[in-house]
């Protein structure tokens, strides 16, 4: 079946450290990966994607890490500030399709 | 450019009603999908239109049901609601099928 999993809940970083969020997914079809951070009140807001193709995909302070071998996709924020903390879900979809399967979820936590 | 605007931003409802939620897409976007959104099951698909079709249907009961106008703009009904369904419904809006999703506000129901 399909399923996107994250290895932890929550994570707590100091202001200015990397954050690394991690996420395992089941379905060796989908070819398309994406971040979403979702703030209190918000709707999950795009932060980076990923096709299967690619193994590393880098934005403004965010890099993705795709491992197809073990199934494995990684967000790393650099330079954590206060406003990155949020829940943080992985998700992935295949080719064509709109259905997109979310992970749980990890909330980020930047304490000052 | 405007996001994507749901409506109401809350609902309060009784067991056994139905419910009828409005998105509007970001224009010039053709697909819509919607997500149930709660604590325990996370963010799942519903279904995806796109040019008033739908496209593809997620793993709910008949309940659930949706439609799109030939402006994209969608909504989604639920009847016979039921305690569990409350939830934060949310929208996704696409240019095209398989496309980068932006994400509306939500709708939080709750259901007494």
């Known amino acids: 079946g399909e399923s996107v999993g994250l290895h932890l809940p929550t994570l707590s970083v100091q202001e200015g450290d990397n954050s690394i969020i991690n996420c395992a997914y089941s379905?060796?079809?989908?070819?398309?990966f994406i971040w979403y951070k979702q703030e209190s009140g918000k709707g999950p807001q795009f932060i980076i994607d990923i096709r299967s193709n690619m193994d590393k995909r880098q934005g403004q302070r965010v890099t993705v890490l795709l491992n197809k071998t073990v199934k494995h996709l990684s967000l790393q924020i650099a330079a954590t500030q206060p406003g990155d903390s949020a829940v943080y879900f992985c998700?992935?979809?295949?080719?064509?399709?709109?259905?997109?399967?979310f992970g749980t979820g990890t909330r980020l936590l930047v304490s000052p | 450019k405007a996001g994507v605007t749901q409506t109401p931003r809350y609902l309060i409802k009784t067991r056994g009603q139905q419910v009828t939620l409005s998105c509007s897409p970001i224009?010039?976007?053709?697909?819509v999908s919607w997500y149930q959104q709660t604590p325990g099951q996370g963010l799942q698909f519903l279904f995806e239109y796109f040019s008033e079709t739908q496209r593809n249907k997620g793993n709910f009961p008949g309940r659930f049901s949706g439609r799109q106008f030939s402006n994209s703009r969608s909504e989604m009904n639920v009847s016979t609601l039921e305690l569990g369904d409350s939830a934060l419904y949310l929208c996704?809006?696409?240019?095209?099928?398989?496309?980068?999703?932006?994400f509306g506000q939500g709708t939080r129901l709750t259901v007494v």
């Open positions: 224009s010039g976007h053709r697909s």
């Open positions: 998700a992935e979809k295949g080719t064509g399709f709109q259905k997109l399967v």
């Open positions: 996704a809006s696409s240019w095209i099928t398989g496309g980068e999703a932006f």
């Open positions: 379905n060796s079809a989908s070819d398309y």
